[in-house]
């Protein structure tokens, strides 16, 4: 079964994601910009396409870090002892 019809593989995938997303972001914090600086009174950085949906993984990491610690522990005790 594919991860987008098991819901706790969903689940796992996306936390996957949010970490990878986060950790990469820690390396080379310009990664998800696509190169674009700020441009004189402008006040945010227009981000769209996938570096967009990237960067906002990213930053539900850094704003939920203990969450997501937590909740990747808690995938980890179910992928390892309770799925069958």
């Given at each position: 079964m594919t991860a987008i019809?098991?819901?706790?593989?969903?689940?796992?995938?996306?936390?996957?994601?949010?970490?990878?997303?986060?950790?990469?972001?820690?390396?080379?914090?310009?990664?998800f910009d696509g190169g674009k600086v700020l441009e004189p009174g402008q006040r945010i950085l227009p981000r769209e396409g996938l570096s967009a949906f990237f960067w906002r993984c990213s930053r539900i990491g850094e704003r939920l870090s203990p969450y997501i610690g937590a909740c990747?522990?808690?995938?980890?005790?179910?992928?390892?002892?309770l799925k069958t």
């Open positions: 019809f098991d819901f706790s593989s969903l689940i796992t995938v996306l936390l996957l994601l949010v970490c990878t997303c986060t950790y990469i972001r820690e390396l080379r914090p310009t990664i990747c522990a808690i995938m980890v005790v179910h992928v390892l002892f």
